[in-house]
């Protein structure tokens, strides 16, 4: 087990080596590691948005940059950790919906730079998952944060995965028909939220892992 910031300088290339040395050429990257904090934009401190950026984009780049010639190697698998806030940007979510949403495209673009490569490129797409990460968010299924289990998530994911799928979304169904409608008509997604907009911002300031 090795235990390190993985946004510090010279992370990626010290997990990568530490990775190598322990387990022969990287097959595997899973890009998990993730932070957030929710709130008005302006009631964010730089600290925490620079947090968020350097953990959730940043550091999901930089390390598959420094394991790439192995996972070419191998023809190994990326899986990267998007969220449902990617695909539906929620208002009080401003930054990590930037990072999240920028996280994905990178998915897309590494996908298509790996074309015919062999390396399989997934990302997922999870809803509220009951971590330790949504404990201190008290939005709660009627305002669109009804949890699954981590063990639901994995299954689906492992599923999709044997399925050879590359754009994973876990999830909950309720969740599913805003999602779609924000592809087709992002102005009706706002109209949607509207009622729910004060409770929402009351339910997710102290919605913090940084």
Known sequence: MLAVDVTGSGAPDLVATTARARLGPVDLLVNNAGNVRAGRLEDCTVADIRAMVELNLLAPVLLTRAVLPD????????????????????????????TKTGVAAFGHSLRRELHGTGVHVATVYPGA??????????????????????????????????????????????????????????????????????????????????
Do not use: C, K
């Open 71 to 98: 996972l070419r190697a191998t023809r190994g698998t990326i899986l990267t950790i998007s969220s449902g806030i990617a695909l539906v940007n929620l208002p009080f979510y401003t930054t990590y919906a930037a």
């Open 129 to 210: 998952t009951a971590t330790a990460m949504m404990d201190s968010s008290a939005a709660d299924e009627d305002l669109g944060f009804g949890r699954r289990s981590v063990a639901d998530v994995v299954t689906d994911v492992l599923a999709a995965l044997g399925r050879d799928e590359h754009e994973i979304n876990t999830s909950l169904s309720s969740r599913r028909a805003l999602q779609d409608l924000h592809r087709t008509d992002p102005l009706a997604v706002d109209r949607a939220l509207a009622p729910n907009l004060a409770a929402l911002e009351s339910a997710v300031p102290g919605h913090r892992s940084i």
